[in-house]
């Protein structure tokens, strides 16, 4: 709560300060539609190879590089100062986890804060924030080209066309957020993890948030057991947290994700699994288990993500 908390003045620090990136764009983009518009009135619906060549058009994409670089050199910062905070707050809380499982446990081992700071600016795939950012310019770039194409084309409204392409700017934000979000919470958990290996503990249970949120590739792999030597595998933006296992020691879980979905009403359950997977489970076509799956993603790592109805067992032996 603490951590979601934190996050939202985050997120609005970092939406506050990408509204510059969009008002100093503002007038590039205002005079590049109102170019293609005349072009439109003369009867020219230019191609993508066309639009290219447009001053107008150059001059909006190195002022887009620009501004984005600006943005997210000041985001790289911004979100590794936030990792320093929560590698401390990863260790301070697997202390009292530790320290509540067994006491005198928590103190003993506290991991030194400097063991993890190797951590601090760089992805999950090893590379630099800022090149991590500024992978979404290409996104952006090809968006909004789409979206001035498709305006001429369509004979939109000069505004609506500025506004579509605004809207297409938007992804370097979006994509900024899940960064901060995913490598953020990464290294808490790291923290965590590497806190228990210190104190000698050599297994623990993955948890899932008991809410409506909750992926299903998540919510399958709650409570699953790992040790703590393996890396904890979270897909973008993940909220899953890991707990200790201390032999001789109670697990402090007492709910299971599929005993929570299992004491909410139809609706939510079938908003949570989606419709083919809600069916296939209750028909007991499908299992459990089979509504999740991991997955490895070159930058984001290993995860667990929701199977897709077309694979799971009942579909399959249909289509077979």
């Known amino acids: 709560a603490a951590i979601r908390a934190h996050e939202g003045q985050q997120i ?14 503002e007038s590039n983009i ?3 539609v109102e170019q293609l518009a005349r072009l439109a009135s003369e009867g020219i619906e230019p191609s993508w190879s066309q639009l290219y060549r447009l001053e107008r058009w150059q001059a909006l994409q190195l002022q887009l590089m620009e501004e984005l670089a600006r943005f997210n050199g000041w985001a790289a910062d911004l979100i590794k100062a936030e990792q320093l ?9 697997a202390a009292a986890a530790l320290e509540a499982s067994k006491p005198g446990l928590g103190q003993f081992a506290r991991l030194p804060h400097d063991a993890l700071r190797g951590m601090v600016g760089i992805a ?6 800022a090149d991590l950012l500024a992978s979404s310019y290409p996104a952006i770039r090809d968006v909004m080209t789409r979206e001035l194409i498709r ?7 000069p505004r609506v066309t500025a506004a579509a392409v605004r809207k297409a700017t938007g992804m370097g934000l ?12 990464r290294v808490y958990r790291e923290a965590t993890r590497e806190s228990y290996v210190a104190a000698g503990v050599r297994m623990y249970q993955r948890i899932a948030a ?35 296992i201390i032999v001789g020691v109670e697990n402090p879980q007492a709910q299971s994700y599929q005993d929570w979905l299992g004491r909410q009403d139809e609706a939510t359950q079938r908003d949570v699994l989606g419709p083919g997977r809600y069916d296939a489970l209750k028909s007991g076509a499908a299992s459990w288990k089979d509504l999740g799956q991991r997955t490895h993603d070159p930058v984001w790592g290993g995860s667990y993500v929701p199977t897709p109805v077309s694979n799971l067992p009942a579909v399959t032996a249909v289509a077979a």
């Open 174 to 185: 979006d994509r900024a957020l899940n960064i901060a979000r995913t490598e953020q919470l």
């Open 30 to 32: 205002a005079a590049l």
């Open 124 to 129: 999950r795939d090893g590379s630099p924030f």
């Open 151 to 157: 305006s001429v084309a369509l004979g939109r409204n």
């Open 85 to 93: 905070r929560l590698i401390t707050l990863g260790i301070d809380n």
């Open 210 to 244: 008991l809410d409506e949120r909750t992926c299903v590739g998540c919510a399958v792999a709650d409570g699953e057991i790992l040790s703590t030597e393996t890396e904890f595998d979270e897909h973008c933006s993940g909220r899953c947290d890991l707990l200790p």
């Open 12 to 25: 609005e620090l970092m939406a506050r300060r990408y509204l510059d990136v969009e008002r100093a764009l």
